[in-house]
């Protein structure tokens, strides 16, 4: 069997369920490389755990929406050249500094408690590539649907179920989804990386926006 480093707490490896495989999406990936030459990506610094606060600020019209929470960022391991990190969101969120209250707010509020804790994978151009819990996400909207349905009927709530169930088809849209979420995009869009200090670098980076909808 394989040998493994004396120093090896734990191995993260992929459920074998989990689509594409391991080896479609090894192709696809880079490997991190660690040192600190410009233009190269260095997460040595990244190690253990920080804690964030967020404060959004949205503005429909002549309104405007604050929305104030906290996220835990914290290193796991690097496991075949990438790096596993779990966000934690904080259970108290507040919407123009008060807490979720109203029936849209709370439903809101307990489904962001179905998505994490989340655990993304890194690639070496510091940009996140994939979430590794899809299985335990997926498991835990399914028993917190089963708790809002206890309390909340009615097309509002089938409406919201049905656009999480659609997010929740398989990990790619899972992914899609969660690629709109702004902290996670400034933490982890590829430019925190080690710049040469005698030469310019230019970079297109993609940064996600609200568009119009529909209201619930």
């Given at each position: ?15 074998v369920e989990k689509e594409p495989t ?195």
């Open positions: 069997g394989p040998n493994f480093p004396h120093h090896l707490q734990f191995l993260i490896k992929k459920p391991e080896e479609e999406r090894e192709q696809q990936r880079k490997y991190v490389v660690f040192n600190d030459a410009p233009g190269k990506l260095s997460l040595n610094h990244s190690h253990g755990e920080h804690t964030y606060g967020l404060l959004n600020t949205i503005e429909s019209g002549k309104e405007t929406y604050t929305l104030k929470y906290e996220i835990k960022v914290i290193w796991l391991t690097q496991n075949g050249g990438f790096h596993f990190y779990k966000i934690i969101r904080g259970k108290d969120v507040y919407i123009n500094d008060t807490a979720a209250s109203t029936m849209a707010e709370e439903i809101a509020h307990q489904v962001a408690q179905a998505l994490y804790p989340l655990t993304i994978v890194v690639n070496e151009n510091g940009e996140w590539i994939d979430i590794y819990n899809f299985n335990e996400i997926k498991e835990r909207w399914s028993q917190i649907k089963k708790q809002i349905s206890k309390y909340y009927k009615g097309n509002f709530v089938e409406k919201y179920f049905s656009i999480h169930d659609k997010n929740l088809e398989n990990s790619d849209t899972l992914l899609l989804s969660i690629h709109k979420d702004w902290f996670l995009n400034a933490l982890f869009n590829g430019i925190h990386i080690q710049y040469p200090s005698t030469k310019s670098i230019n970079r297109k980076i993609k940064f996600p926006h609200i568009s119009k909808g529909d209201s619930l």
